[in-house]
């Protein structure tokens, strides 16, 4: 999808639903926060609400040096449609070039009466903003709170 067709269904979904409220977005945003801390790809992350329709949620977190951005691009793809996503439409555009990935999302359920939006910039980071910390996925301490999964959206 292009960013004409992603800013065109974002805007119906804004249009057409609710924004989430200040506590679905909170805890959409402790969601997101958890599981980009939790991965060993990322370090320096925030995550902030905001009132704005077209970012309800916005973060930014830098990734491993070395890293693809094409990886870090599926990650903050899988992340989405895993905990953020909502049983409706949900549309995301990427912006990759090198050491930089924008990722924009929107998802929206009638069912749920509410729309939820995301802007996430990652940029690579330094060695030294990984110091400390493990590059294993092994040594991460593994969360104790049992992950919701959502619906795939498609059927394999």
């Known amino acids: 999808m292009d ?3 992603f800013v065109q269904l974002r805007e119906a979904m804004t ?7 200040g506590a679905q977005t909170a805890d959409a945003a402790a969601k997101l926060r958890r599981r ?12 902030e609400a905001t009132d704005d329709p077209e970012r309800l ?7 491993r040096p ?11 793809e899988a992340v989405w449609i895993t905990e953020l996503r909502l049983d409706g439409l949900d549309v995301f555009n990427f912006l990759v070039e090198d050491g930089h990935v924008e990722f924009e ?13 995301l802007q996430l910039i990652a940029v690579e980071g ?5 110091e400390g910390r493990s590059s294993s996925p092994s040594e ?11 619906k795939r959206f498609w059927k394999k």
Do not use: C, H, W
Not at 15 to 21: F, I, Q
Not at 57 to 63: G, N, T
Not at 66 to 76: D, H, K, M, N, Y
Not at 126 to 130: N, V, Y
């Open 105 to 117: 999302a929107a998802t929206g359920d009638q069912d749920s009466g509410y729309y939820l939006s």
């Open 57 to 63: 949620l916005i973060a930014m977190v830098r990734f």
């Open 3 to 5: 960013r004409v067709e």
């Open 36 to 47: 980009l801390v939790s991965s060993v790809m990322f370090a320096a992350v925030e995550v």
């Open 140 to 150: 991460v301490p593994v969360e104790t709170e049992t992950p919701t999964t959502k």
């Open 15 to 21: 249009v057409n639903l609710p924004p989430a409220s």
């Open 66 to 76: 070395g890293t693809p951005e094409r990886q870090v691009a599926s990650f903050l």
């Open 126 to 130: 330094a060695p030294q903003d990984f």
